[in-house]
């Protein structure tokens, strides 16, 4: 994760994205637009926390308190961009276009909406209007609610309202349209809400949990999958109902999705050891873990030992007791392999690079996993499908798989 610009940059879909009319496939090329608020790093991994209902370590419950250090402004130096992948998706009639986080760790659309109030960053964001949708309608009694570990939540009402992404419609998806969130949750102004292609089951809406984007337009598909190549410094690809072998280096490998806990929605699959640097050989995982492969998070997640054992190859990386793990931008970071079965993911050392704390000192992207009710024991964010072409595959009855491959961390399409 590295910067060109002094200016945090973002990557959306194009509205143009192709797919012909009657087909049941489509690509969305994704596009850098300018940020409209600059992000860094322990809010990142502040946010990440909160997602998976982790307990906050104490230089990441400081942020937003005033007069803490870890509160102070960041440098994002030269060529910091790649934190989020953001999406455009068209809701209701006459479409209203928000850009959203695209995320296969959560199965919920919820955006920033007209019930929303000013105090709680509305007016930061483009938000989805149902009043002004011909085709939205409300489902009484329906409500949908995000508690986070630390008690933080995000809330609001459900509607059902026509959504098209990219050459996709669904005219009764659901949309949960926020009309709370706390401020421990607002560290981001750069998305308008989030686009969840988790399962099903881990869907918030009560009293009856609704069906994703993906599910509900995998019977219309080619083949019931959707795949990501998220690139480092340029556009990616998010294509539905095929696999382009033009985006990989390889064949792919299919491995059993692992059932998540019940309530979560995670793609989850048994990550099997290890590397550091230009080691030949692959440190087994102690009885392998469970790896959530997840685009809404920007780092890689491991449990303490193994960052421990990573970072001892790393000299010059302190954990600092108000930033976390920092370095000398001017040093670089082992590469580490990742391995799921007979696949083996490189992350080069540069993708672990996080923004700048200021000139000179850098944050990384491995970071320790947090302790939750139902913690996982690893989050694979866009570090590791930065160099991973991916498939997420569910057939209707069946058992969901998911595909690796090696490719270019920046592909040009």
């Known amino acids: 994760m590295r910067t060109i610009s002094s200016a945090l940059l973002l990557l959306h879909s194009l509205s143009s994205a192709s797919a012909a009319p009657g087909s049941s496939y489509f690509s969305i090329v994704q596009e850098r637009v300018p940020a409209r608020y600059p992000r860094n790093g322990p809010d990142a991994l502040k946010r990440a926390y909160l997602k998976y209902g982790f307990a906050l370590p ?27 992948y953001l999406s455009a998706i068209y809701i209701g009639t006459p479409p209203q276009k928000l850009l959203v986080d695209l995320d296969t760790g959560s199965a919920d659309l919820w955006v920033y909406s007209s ?12 938000y989805y209007n149902a009043p002004k949708s011909s085709t939205s309608k409300k489902l009484n009694g329906y409500t949908y609610n995000i508690t986070y570990g630390d008690g933080s939540e ?5 509607y059902t309202d026509v959504v098209t992404y990219a050459g996709a ?23 308008d809400g989030y686009f969840g292609l988790g399962h099903d089951g881990g869907n918030q809406v009560k009293p009856v949990p609704q069906k994703t984007f993906f599910t509900n337009v995998a019977p219309s598909l080619t083949e019931p999958l959707f795949t990501l190549s998220l690139n480092h410094l ?9 696999v ?3 985006k990989s280096n390889e064949h792919v490998q299919y491995f059993p999705s692992l059932p998540p806990p019940a309530g979560h929605g995670w793609w989850v699959v048994n990550s099997t050891g290890y590397a550091v640097g230009n080691a030949k050989t692959i440190t087994p995982f102690a009885g392998g873990l469970h790896a959530i492969i997840d685009s809404g998070t920007t780092f890689l997640l491991l449990q303490q030992q193994y960052c421990d054992a990573y970072y001892a190859k790393a000299p010059f990386v302190v954990n600092d007791p108000d930033y976390g793990y920092i370095y000398p931008c001017k040093d670089t970071l082992p590469d580490l392999t990742l391995a799921i079965g007979n696949y083996e993911a490189k992350i080069p050392g540069s993708l672990l690079q996080g923004a700048n704390v200021n000139s000179t000192t850098c944050f990384t992207g491995l970071n320790p996993i947090g302790v939750g009710p139902d913690t996982p024991q ?12 991916t498939v997420f595959k569910y057939p209707p009855g069946g058992s969901p798989t998911l595909g690796f491959a090696s490719k270019s961390i920046s592909s040009s399409y």
């Open 378 to 389: 690893a989050v694979y964010g866009d570090t590791f499908l930065k160099t991973t072409f």
């Open 154 to 158: 995000s809330n609001g009402d459900v």
């Open 58 to 84: 104490k230089h990441l419950e400081r942020r937003g308190q005033q007069g803490s250090v870890a509160n102070q402004p960041y440098s994002y130096g030269d060529g910091y961009i790649d934190d989020e």
């Open 115 to 126: 019930d929303t109030p000013l105090d709680d960053g509305r007016n930061n964001h483009t």
């Open 169 to 191: 419609t669904f005219r009764s998806q659901a949309v949960e349209a926020m009309e709370f969130i706390s401020p421990e949750y607002l560290v981001d102004l750069n998305f």
């Open 244 to 246: 382009d072998p033009k």
């Open 234 to 242: 340029n556009p990616g690809v998010n294509d539905f109902g095929f």
